[in-house]
Structures are given as structure tokens and as C-alpha cells.
């Protein structure tokens, strides 16, 4: 069991930067695969913003390349998205995933991005 504590949510002008924070409580993030941050609109598809694998090498979504970044501080057990240059089309609710033999997943956060 993987608990998952998501933070960092809320609102910003479009232009700005949130970074979004996900901690494993419950485990220490070596023992954990991959870590990712997913997003989903009312009525959509959940869809992958960022993973990074527990050696590294992160991956991002056509969307968010060159704006978004996703990293993770072993120490603290956590796994940050630095969001930059934020769209009104980024707002959505924000999902934490940690990926062992099986996924779990955190509570979310909103991010809302104004015009």
C-alpha cells in the first residue's frame, strides 16, 4: 500500500508557475517503480502530464514539454511538477500515481489558470 499527499493546487494568471508536490507517506520512494502526475477534465480520460522512473529519465506529455518538470527529492520522499507558463487550457484537477506492482493513487488538486 502506497499512500499518496498531493499539494501545491490552486490559482494563478496565465503566465505563471505552480509547482505541485506528492509525498509517499506511507513508503520510501525507493521501493516505488515510477511516480507520475496525471490530469483530468470533467467528462475526460484521465491522461499522463509526467513520470519519472526511480533512476530518473522523465517523460512528458506533447502538451507540457518545455513548460512543465517533474523531479523528485529522495530524501523527503516526495516528487514535485514545476509548472511554468501556465494556460488557461491547463486547468484541470491534477492527479499523483505511484506505480509498484500495482498503482495508487493521490486524493488530486486543482490548478485553475485564469485568462
Known amino acids: 500500500q502506497v499512500q499518496l499527499v498531493e499539494s501545491g493546487g490552486g490559482l494563478v494568471q496565465a503566465g505563471g508557475s505552480l509547482r505541485l508536490s506528492c509525498a509517499t507517506a506511507s513508503r520510501s520512494i525507493f521501493s516505488i517503480n515510477a511516480m507520475g502526475w496525471y490530469r483530468q477534465a470533467p467528462a475526460k480520460q484521465r491522461e499522463l502530464v509526467a513520470r519519472i522512473r526511480s533512476g530518473g529519465n522523465p517523460t512528458y506529455a506533447d502538451s507540457v514539454k518545455g513548460r512543465f518538470t517533474i523531479s523528485r527529492d529522495n530524501a523527503k520522499n516526495t516528487v514535485y511538477l514545476q509548472m511554468n507558463n501556465l494556460r488557461p487550457e491547463d486547468t484541470t484537477g491534477y492527479y499523483c500515481?505511484?506505480?509498484?506492482?500495482?498503482?495508487?493513487w493521490g486524493q488530486g488538486t486543482q490548478v485553475t489558470v485564469s485568462s
Open positions: 500515481d505511484a506505480e509498484t506492482l500495482y498503482k495508487f
